[in-house]
């Protein structure tokens, strides 16, 4: 192996991983932020989380 084929190879296996590293953060990030801060999971409704949750209170009640 020539210094330049060893130089290629390494480059090519840092562009890789880093590629890899920004599509797994990426879509993470978003998919999760989105989900976690518009969205309820109790309900799965938008505008309110949990915590404020009104169908929590009438779930309770039934
Ligand atoms: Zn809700």
Redesign the pocket.
């Known amino acids: 192996m020539t210094g330049q084929e060893g130089r290629d190879l390494r480059d090519s296996l840092i562009a890789r991983a880093q590629s890899r590293v920004e599509l797994r953060e990426g879509s993470g990030e978003q998919e999760s932020a989105e989900s976690t801060r518009r969205r309820?999971?109790?309900?799965?409704?938008t505008g309110?989380?949990?915590r404020?949750?009104?169908?929590?209170a009438e779930m309770s009640t039934i």
């Open positions: 309820c999971r109790k309900c799965k409704r309110h989380n949990a404020t949750c009104k169908e929590d």
